[in-house]
Structures are given as C-alpha cells and as structure tokens.
C-alpha cells in the first residue's frame, strides 16, 4: 500500500467533519450563539454541496471526453486501414 500525499488527506471527507466538529463545538464552549452557527452551518453545507457538484461532473465530463477522443482516434484508425487495403487491392 503506497502511503497517501497530503493533498489525499486534505480531501478527506472524514477529516473535514472533525475540524468542522472541533470548530463548532469550540465556538459552543466560547458563548456563540446556536441560532448563529446554525445559520454559518447552512451555508457552508449549501456552499460545499454546489461546488462538489460542479467539481464531480467536471471530471465526469472530462473522462467522457478523453474516451470519445480515444474512440474517435480508433475509428480513424480502423478507417485508414480499410483505405490501406483497398489501395493494395
């Protein structure tokens, strides 16, 4: 098992529960009030869904647009073969 590089880490879903935990519950302990983290909670939750979205169907996009080259490279290449023979014929 090839140990994990930082950037691996950092996008953890496991570690950015517990910070916003520690975060939450240290701003608890200081005298914030619940109405406002709840408010601060909200957003962030509605901001990090849209922009996972966004970044999830980039890469979906650009995998299917990596595989459509690919496919069409084969098809040309299928193509110039059939080309090659008849010329031979």
């Known amino acids: 098992m090839q140990p994990r590089t930082i950037w691996e880490k950092l996008r953890s879903t496991k570690l950015w529960c517990a910070l916003a935990g520690l975060i939450l519950g240290a ?38 647009a990596q595989g459509l080259g ?3 490279a084969e098809l040309l290449a299928l193509f110039a073969g059939a080309e090659d023979e008849d010329d031979d014929a």
């Open 27 to 64: 701003a608890l302990a200081f005298g914030a009030d619940g109405q406002d983290l709840q408010q601060i909670l909200g957003a962030v939750t509605a901001i990090v869904s849209a922009v996972t979205y966004i970044v999830t169907e980039g890469r979906v996009d650009a995998a299917s």
């Open 70 to 72: 690919q496919g069409l």
